[in-house]
């Protein structure tokens, strides 16, 4: 149980297109899902948390208007990396909490999306 | 603020043990896990503690002691598939999971 998935797995873009990333719970709901980013050989770092219905919440210095984030069901939470850049290379990760299983504040994870601006 | 220090990493043989220390401080706490992270991967969870002491969970176990923001992974009869990242991340008041880099393990035979 407790499974997320991530699509699309690997994705190469050219700078300047948008690239849209589906996280989804697979067999719970999930009120609060999260996007993260990783660099090599870094820790994560999370982007924002995202809540069903309502809008994101951003962590400080990340861009709301570029890393667009809809949450629109209880199982699927979208991240959209609008005009990327070469910089926005990254492995991007979400993970989400079982509405079901809140007070245990796990976290699921999704098996990230390894994205590649050129 | 908030920070959490790791080894960066470490190395062990197969078959062996290996015990992974983190301290923490943090605003608030509510808790800490561990996390495997397989390069390229994504984590899984391995473990969370919210009261001191001693957690055990087949070959892995993890202790926790609040007063001294510290906590341990303890990995019994290392198999080359351990080889990996593992993550500390205390949640802090905001019951927000607060990540180090993590310690990378390296299993030799």
């Known amino acids: 149980g407790a499974v997320v998935s991530q699509h699309p797995s690997r994705v190469i873009c050219k700078s300047g297109t948008s690239v849209k990333i589906e996280c989804r719970s697979l067999?719970?709901?999930?009120?609060?899902m999260f996007w993260y980013r990783q660099f090599p050989k870094q820790s994560l770092m999370l982007m924002a948390t995202?809540?069903?219905?309502?809008?994101?919440?951003?962590e400080q210095g990340v861009e709301k208007d570029k890393f667009l984030i809809n949450h629109a069901s209880l199982t699927l939470s979208t991240l959209t990396v609008t005009s990327a850049h070469p910089e926005d290379s990254s492995f991007y990760i979400c993970s989400a909490r079982d509405v079901k299983r809140e007070g245990t504040y796990e976290q699921y994870f999704g098996p990230g999306t390894r994205l590649t601006v050129t | 603020g908030q920070n959490i220090d790791q080894p960066t990493e470490m190395t062990a043989t197969e078959g062996a043990i290996v015990q992974i220390n983190c301290t923490y401080q943090?605003?608030?706490?509510?808790?800490l896990f561990w996390y495997q992270q397989h390069a390229g991967e994504a984590p899984t969870f391995l473990s969370y503690?919210?009261l001191d002491g001693l957690e055990e969970k087949g070959r892995f176990s993890s202790f926790l002691s609040r007063s001294k923001g510290y906590s341990y992974l303890l990995l019994k009869e290392l198999q080359m598939k351990d080889s990996a990242s593992y993550l500390c991340?205390?949640?802090?008041?905001?019951?927000?999971?607060?990540w180090g880099a993590g310690t990378k393990l390296i299993i030799k035979p």
């Open positions: 943090t605003s608030g706490f509510n808790g």
């Open positions: 067999d719970f709901q999930a009120t609060t």
């Open positions: 995202s809540n069903e219905g309502s809008k994101a919440t951003y």
């Open positions: 991340a205390p949640l802090d008041s905001n019951y927000q999971l607060i």
């Open positions: 503690n919210v």
